[in-house]
């Protein structure tokens, strides 16, 4: 834990995650609550970023959404969202909002989301971020497209998640939604679990040199500068 300047508590970043009532067995809890604190201890670490040390937890249809910049969502493969949560989260990124997705693979699970988003945002179509994209090395510099699997995965020999359709595109993929002006609101990583190597970096120290210290965070931390610098 740390302290902040007492006079600008209310103007360092917050890491807020949002909860759903999920329809699949795993829902907006994953990883939680070791992951959004980590990230944000890294965060206050590694980058002149001045962060709070408390993330919170929101509903889309909390009034004080709109005080977040940045919002995230894991396992969309759960969501289904309420007509009241798809308009609140559609008024949310057109106002300035960005929102984090991860932790889904394959086809089926793509498809599901996909469908999601359009009910929020149904005037626009995500684009996949090529590699020489600015959100690949404005902080950190990749060489290709960060990919993490789950450790229990990672212990078994994996490394992609092993669900159904996975076998025929295995390779990670980040998509952004854009408004009309240009302004990424979306970022979606397929085929990643990046916030598993935020949540367990102190269970395994192999884990945490091939996947924390070399992906979840240098990623992590370009999503987040990204979407407070744009």
């Not at 396992?75 to 889904?104: H, Q």
Request: charged share 25%; net charge negative.
């Amino acid at each position: 834990m740390w302290e902040n300047v007492p006079e600008f508590e209310q103007d360092v970043f917050t890491f807020a995650r949002i909860r759903y009532t999920p329809h699949y067995f795993r829902g907006w809890d994953g990883d939680y609550p070791e992951a959004d604190l980590n990230i944000s201890y890294r965060l206050q670490e590694l980058t002149s970023m001045k962060v709070n040390p408390n993330p919170v937890v929101l509903d889309l249809t909390d009034p004080d959404l709109k005080n977040y910049p940045f919002i995230f969502i894991i396992a969309p493969r759960s969501v289904i969202f309420t007509d009241a949560e798809a308009k609140a989260l559609g008024d949310y990124l057109r106002s300035g909002g960005f929102l984090m997705v991860d932790e889904f693979w394959g086809p089926e699970q793509w498809d599901h989301f996909y469908v999601q988003m359009k009910r929020v945002l149904p005037e626009y179509e995500p684009q996949e971020l090529p590699l020489e994209h600015e959100i690949f090395h404005n902080v950190y510099s990749f060489k290709e497209k960060p990919q993490v699997v789950a450790i229990h995965f990672w212990r078994q020999g994996y490394r992609y998640h092993p669900v159904p359709g996975i076998e025929q595109d295995p390779d990670p993929h980040f998509y952004g939604i854009f408004d009309d002006r240009g302004r990424m609101m979306v970022i979606l990583c397929h085929n990643n679990d990046l916030v598993d190597g935020w949540e367990r970096e102190g269970e395994d120290e192999g884990f945490f040199r091939q996947y924390s210290e070399r992906s979840s965070y240098p990623m992590g931390i370009n999503i987040i500068t990204y979407a407070m610098t744009h």
